[in-house]
Each structure stands twice: as C-alpha cells, then as structure tokens.
DNA sequence: GTGAAAGCGCTAACAG
DNA sequence: CTGTTAGCGCTTTCAC
C-alpha cells in the first residue's frame, strides 16, 4: 500500500499526489531553487527563464504545498477565530456578519480564516493549543461582551491578536484594537428623535456589567442631556432578551409615558414593539423605537426597525490592516481604531 | 524549564519560538522517537516512560507543531468551506447556524474548519487552490440553491467533500451527502394547518429552478391532496424577498381568500405578515402563517412566527461523520442521509 | 541569474 | 518497547 518509485497512486478517495517544486524545475529544465524563486522572487529571473518556468507551472497546475511552506517559512497565513454558538432567540447575528467581512478582508491579505471552537464558559479555551503548535499567525479577538480575559491572557503569551472591541477593562493594554462608537450611535438615534419632535426618549439597555452598554447608553443621556431633556425616570437596564425588552417597556410606557425609546440592542427594540403591540400602539406612528446592530430582524419586521449599523465591512478591513502590521517584519504597531456607526431609518421611527 | 544556553529570541511580537519533540526527548532523556509514540500512540510505551514524557511535555508546554506533522502526515486536519456574503434583507441566516455547528462537531472529530472566500460569480472559484495546495483535507459544500457544480467540480478532481444538499441535478453523483427533507417540513406545515380546521392553505414558494423550492412544495400538495383539498389557485413562485412574499400573499388574498399560508422560507413568511398587517388582519387569529428556517426573525417578530426547523445540528454530526468516513483509511464511503425537520410553533399559527 | 546543500519538526519504517 | 535513519516539500544560505 506504500508509495512505489514514480507512481504516484491514488489513495482512496485522494487523488494523485499533486505536482512538486521538483516535478516543475525538471519539466521546465531547470533547478528546484528557480521555480521557488520564480514563485515568490519573480524579479530575480530572467525573463525567458521565468515564462518557461511559469508555462511548466501552469501546465502542471502546480500550487505550493501548504505545510511545506509553513514549516519552512514559520507562518500559516491562517488566522483563529473562535466561533461560539449565538444564543438562540436573540436577534444578534452581528458576529456572522462580520465574519463574513473578516473572510473577505483576509482573503485579500493571503490570510484564511480558521474558525475554532472554545468551552463557552472558558473564554481562553482553544486558543493555547492553536498557538503552541502553530497553527495560526495571530487571532481575532471578538466576544468581548464583559471585559477580554483573552485579551489580557494572548497579550501575556505575547501572541499576535487584534481585538475587535476595545479593552474597556484593561486601559494598559497595548494591543492593536477596532471598535465601533457605541455612544455615537446611541447619540445619533437619540438625536434622530429629537429632530422628530420626541422629547421623552426613553433608553432600554443591558445590565451594567456591559462596559458596551454603558457606553452606549451614555451616548443616548449625552444627546438628551446637550438638548436640555431630562433623563430621570427615563432609562432601564435588563438581560438582552425579547421579553425583558417586553418588561421594560411596558414599565416605562406605564410610568413616565416615553414617546420614543432607544435601545441597546435589536433584540432589545423588537420586545419594545411586542410592547406597543400589546398596547394597540402603532410603531413609528404612535411610538417611535429605534434598536441597534441592524440585524436581519430590523430590516424584515413589518414596517421596519429603524438601527443602528455598525460598519462591519470596515471593521473586518481595519482587523485585517492591523494583522498585517503586526505580523510584517519589523511589526509596524496600529493603535486603536474607532469607527462611527450610521443610522438605517425605517418605518419605526418615522410616522407613515 | 527554561531554555538553556542557544536561547531562541524572540521575533517582534511572534514569541520565543515553542519547545520541539527534541527538547521534550532531552528534558524526559528518551530519544524523539519516543516523545512522538507517547503523542501518537501511547499504548507503545512502558508506563513510567509514559508518564516521564508527559510530564516533560506537560512541563515545556509542548504541542506538536501543525506544519511539520502535517507535512509527514500529508493531512491538515483542516476542512475548507467556501463562506460567501448572505444577501443582507434576507431572513436567511441558516447558513450562519450551520458553520456554528459544523464549528462544533468537526472540533470533536479534530478537525477545525478554514473558511475561504470565494467569487459570487463564480461557483468553483476558491477550490482550487486550497486543493492543490494541500491546505485541507476536505470540502464542506453548502450553497447548493441552484444545482451543484462545485460538487461535479469536486468529483472530477477527486476531492473528498461532503454536501449539505442533495444532487438534485446529479442523480448519478455518489459522493456523501446530508439533507433534511423539505417536503416533509412542508407537509409538516400544512398538516399542523389542516389539523386547526383550515381548508384554503395557500403556498409561497421560489421560483420554479429551485430543487429545493419545488421539494418543498410538493410537501404542501402532498399534504393537501391527501385529505382532499384543493390546491388550484392557491401556489405562486416568487423571488425570495420579504416585498415579493408580500405582494404574493395579496394576490392570493384578493383572488382566492386562503386562511393559511405555507411559505418556502421565513423571509416569504415575513412578506406575508406585512401584507396581513397592510389589511388589518391579524396573524394566528385571522390568517395563520408558517415560514421555513426557524431563522431567528421567527423567533423574536411579535407575535412569534411558526416555522419548519431544520436540524442543523444533526446536520453538521451527520457532515463530519461522513467526512471521517471519507477521510479513513481505508475509506468508508457513507451514502446520503436524509434528516427530517420540526414544527416550531408559534403565534402566527395560533389562534391566541 | 542559477544551482547545490542544509534543514524546518515531525513520523514511518525498521533495527536493536 | 526504544532508538536510529530517512525524508515529506519547501526556502534560506552560499557558491558558481
């Protein structure tokens, strides 16, 4: 069953050995060494010599072998991320889309994207082994929903990451980041409000353990606060779930009759609307709400939830462009990136 | 233990360079060969060799170096799956839940998933090189809406891949599948309709190139033949939009007056409910809807949306076991296996 | 500009 | 059971 001299067999459902660096340089003439540099130090060939090599390469369908490189050059051009399952229920797709994004951002830096999972209530599980052996350049970071131990842990290992969320909770790390303003967002639906004449603009946020929260809320009480509107009586903090939203916002309507409420999450605004639902209170006439993250539920609900969007697309382009820092040689070091988020109106913010 | 006298410096941010098979051997005073055994086949080694290994291993921090064994072992432990751009306003995140499954089942197996990117225009693209450049074991290929020519593709080459889709279009194809049975949720559907006393259940489904469209829908005539309803004037095939599903639902609704809708996904679903909404009728009461995906927008829309659900999970168990089966030597060749899907019930099908 | 030699870290085959 | 030998396919010196 072993291989014999110059049959390259094929093995089970594996087809036959591809072509190597020395199946080229023999068909084009010439040593293994010129067919390596020919691949990746083109200038250094003549030219003639570099179209023969290229012709036998293209002949063969000859593609580098991956662990050969890596092994010689000491790098993967693979970069982990770990992938824990979103809670169901919750209309937080954030993740899927960026991921998507980071897939296309690193495709176009030669990087693919290795996806791992991790014990989800050991936030540094998976990664020690991905290091050790090498398996990966350098990791994106991205659940860092309460504070980033993996954060605090690779950067004591010393290994390349770049986190997508800033290090709310350890202001003297020094590794590469890109976040979104969530205060910014916050600020912008809340003015967006206020243009519409609401001046009682409740805030349905998370509990306070979420630094992302806190920041998001505080852009909603700056925007009340720089127009002279009270804040008092006017905000909540729950669990991220479609029926403490419900709960919440019934509280408020009840107690301090808000006319529009801002939200820390999509999941957050649709229990608003199941809120108003439950009221007869039509959304964006009566009420006007307005969530966060711009998942597929804000843009399929009826008549639309108006959200802020997060620009994932940039972000996955800015991780990439820190990655590439830091693994260049010398590494060039990117400092913070932060991101302004936009608003995608829909009906309900907006009387029809 | 430290390093001893030729201590590997550290590069920029990379860290000192990770223990090797030969470190371990000196540190356990056993030769290479053996440190590899006690990794790879443990049950060689006498006990209390064993066990000084480990500790040794334990004690360096050692993890075998994934370029080097992959190399020898001309395997990856990687499976490639090609992750393009969900269409955004598309209630379709079922891919998303997939990978998160796949994520977690191929981790059993020992296997991470690459994911790679690949142009929308062109199906095959992205294969390819990963194929020649041995830089995975294996495909994972999903979107298989329209036909399959990866899969075809795939075959020709000789490539082990497993599909989450049957070959609608490729009877005579015999690489590993899973599927979960469309008609069996549409019939599922339409019988849990029937079961509430409804008679003019009406379809909305995709276009008519869709095999997976049409499987479905031969579920909902199916199940409507079988106790007898009538089925003409009662099916439309539209694009797979949240506006098409709503224009849809008002023909249906002005010319033939159907009280259920079964529709071929949770975007249709939601089209439908807009059209409820533009005409005051109310979902579950009035006209009771079904979508298909139990896609998250099913979960958090006011009111709920019940839905056909698909096992991803199983799904993804069922993908890697095939795989495993592809993978071993000698191969063990897994035929199709078809899943079947669950009712998620909710408000839109129940009077409340 | 091109070629020859060395070796990355690992495991398959064999010898002891 | 353990150690020795060889080489996976590639790139990095260093001659020519």
Chains 1, 2 share one sequence.
Not at 10 to 33: F, H, K, M, N, W
Not at 319 to 346: D, F, I, S
Request: aromatic residues 6%.
């Amino acid at each position: 069953m072993s291989r014999t001299a110059d049959e390259p067999l094929s093995l089970g459902t594996i087809p036959v050995s591809p072509p190597t660096l020395a199946d080229v340089a023999e068909l084009a003439g010439v040593s293994r060494q010129t067919v390596s540099n020919a691949v990746n130090n083109p200038e250094l060939l003549r030219a003639d010599t570099l179209r023969r090599v290229q012709n036998a390469i293209a002949d063969l369908g000859y593609s580098p072998n991956r662990a050969a490189r890596n092994l010689r050059t000491r790098a993967s051009h693979l970069v982990g991320m770990r992938f824990t399952p979103a809670q169901e229920g919750t209309a937080n797709a954030l993740m899927d889309r960026f991921v998507h994004s980071l897939v296309e951002a690193s495709a176009e830096a030669g990087y693919h994207v290795l996806l791992f999972a991790g014990d989800p209530t050991d936030p540094v599980s998976g990664y020690d082994d991905l290091l050790r052996s090498t398996a990966v350049d350098a990791f994106v970071v991205t659940d860092t929903f309460l504070g980033n131990p993996q954060a605090t842990w690779l950067e004591l290992r010393r290994a390349p990451f770049v986190a997508f969320g800033r290090p709310w909770d350890t202001p003297e790390s020094t590794h590469p980041w890109v976040d979104v303003d969530g205060a910014a967002g916050a600020a912008l639906a809340t003015d967006h409000l206020i243009e519409a004449d609401h001046t009682k603009i409740a805030w349905v946020g998370w509990r306070k353990d979420s630094w992302i929260g806190e920041d998001r809320r505080s852009g909603w009480s700056r925007a009340m606060r720089s127009r002279g509107l009270v804040t008092s009586g006017l905000a909540c903090r729950v669990e991220d779930a479609v029926a403490s939203g419900r709960e919440a916002a019934g509280r408020l309507l009840d107690e301090s009759g808000p006319t529009g409420f801002v939200c820390a999450s999509d999941t957050l605004a649709m229990g608003v609307l199941h809120a108003l639902d439950e009221r007869g209170l039509q959304p964006g006439r009566d009420v006007a709400v307005v969530g966060f993250d711009d998942s597929q539920v804000a843009q399929v609900v009826p008549g639309g939830l108006t959200s802020v969007r997060q620009p994932l697309e940039d972000v996955a382009v800015e991780v990439v462009r820190a990655l590439a820092g830091l693994l260049a040689t010398p590494p060039k070091m990117v400092p913070g990136v932060l991101l302004e988020p936009t608003l995608a109106v829909r009906g309900s913010s907006q009387r029809r």
